[in-house]
């Protein structure tokens, strides 16, 4: 536990010195800046308005940017490592590797979370300074999806690092996993599916297994329960879920779905560094 927390301290510490990193929270802090100054508080959406206007779109933003960002930075730390020889050096001091890689992944994650949320309190303390009304209720959803986006994607980014061999490698494998994702969205798998004549149920469960697909259609759900922007698919989606046991899956899913593909990488990741 000691090297546990060591590890995660050093990967913070190294992250808050990063030039990415300075980057990553002017990204998400200017993006509720620019909400609040374009006006999005006074504008109506699904008949909602004020701060609930902007979360929804601050969460949509975020679900383009995050993923990318996460991926990129996280297979750019841990492959550099092993390319400047860290590995060689981490193995000749008293740390194991569990508590190497597992402390590791806990900065990293405090890392990545804490300007998201932060732009989130932002939003919430100019609402209160403003005098607008703040939807806690909606506030809360948002932030746990927002946890388990970032640990969804900190556990693929993970998995990607440890497989790849080269920092090249692992940036263009993150890339392309992220570009598979957003082009696989509903729009184009169950579109092609339909044409096949794959049965709703199937086309459904197929495209809900991409992590991307189920963040874009929970945070329709938390403002439009029926689902009604998804036409059809919504009715096969509530008769599988219903409206809140798809706001439980999608916290249980994609925070599954991150730990396994971590928990897969310390396993490449070990099995690669001993003999």
């Given at each position: ?208 297994a991409n992590p991307l697909q189920v963040f ?60």
């Amino acid at each position: 536990m000691k090297s546990l927390w060591l590890a995660a301290r050093l990967d913070l510490a190294e992250t808050l010195r990063a030039r990415w990193f300075a980057i990553y929270t002017l990204v998400f802090g200017g993006i509720v800046a620019l909400l609040f100054l374009f006006g999005l508080t006074e504008s109506r959406v699904l008949g909602f308005i004020g701060l609930s206007r902007l979360l929804v779109t601050y969460i949509q933003l975020t679900m383009a940017i995050l993923p990318i960002f996460v991926l990129l930075t996280t297979v750019r730390s841990v492959a550099g490592d092993r390319e400047a020889g860290v590995y060689e050096y981490l193995l000749s001091l008293p740390v194991s590797l569990a508590g190497w890689f597992w402390g590791r992944t806990i900065g990293r994650y405090l890392a990545i979370f804490a300007p998201v949320f932060g732009a989130m309190l932002l939003a919430v303390a100019i609402a209160l300074v403003r005098g607008i009304e703040v939807p806690w209720a909606v506030f809360g959803f948002y932030t746990a999806l927002l946890a388990v986006m970032c640990a969804c994607f900190l556990g693929l980014g993970m998995l990607i690092t440890a497989l790849a061999r080269s920092t090249d490698m692992a940036q263009g494998a993150a890339f392309l996993l992220w570009l598979v994702l957003l082009l696989f969205l509903d729009l184009i798998l169950l579109g092609v599916m339909i044409q096949g004549k794959v049965a709703p149920e199937t086309a459904v469960t197929i495209a809900l297994a991409n992590p991307l697909q189920v963040f874009r259609t929970a945070a329709l759900a938390l403002f439009d329960p029926q689902l009604i922007v998804l036409g059809p698919s919504a009715y096969v989606i509530l008769d599988l879920f219903g409206a809140a046991g798809y706001k439980a899956f999608a916290l249980a899913y994609p925070t599954a779905l991150g730990l396994g593909a971590a928990a897969l990488g310390y396993w490449r990741f070990r099995r690669g560094d001993l003999p």
